[in-house]
């Protein structure tokens, strides 16, 4: 299997992209070609990019935290087709990580501009479960 995945992430006031691209190895555990119960180990990176302003008087504030993991973990897929070409399918993927964070923090109070950084480790555990309709071709 192959997943791929991108999004929009919103954190209170803090926005940002996740994205993720999965590969795993796993078994069909039915015979019938219409329905699929798949169990995946799957290894990959997840990598989340998040920034934010606040604005204080007349100081503002940026943040941007980069966080980058190496990701391993399993994958559950059910699916079953409706006709020929169209199905609904169920999927989970499960998966810890670990790897580097990065953040940065710049403010700007009277035109001055100030930076902090800090380098640091990440661990993540994921859990994202999906649903849909599924076209086969």
Known sequence: M????????NIGDT??????LYFG??????QDPSKKIILSGVVGVDADYLFDETKVG??????SIELDN???GADFFVSTKLSKSFGIFAQCTAAVGAGGAFAKTTSKIGGVKTENSIDGVSEIFILRPRFGFSWTF
């Open 15 to 20: 926005d940002g992209i996740d994205f993720s």
């Open 2 to 9: 192959w997943d791929l995945d991108a999004g929009y992430v």
């Open 58 to 63: 007349t100081t503002t504030i940026e943040r």
């Open 25 to 30: 190895i796993g078994k069909n555990f039915t």
């Open 70 to 72: 190496v990701m391993i």
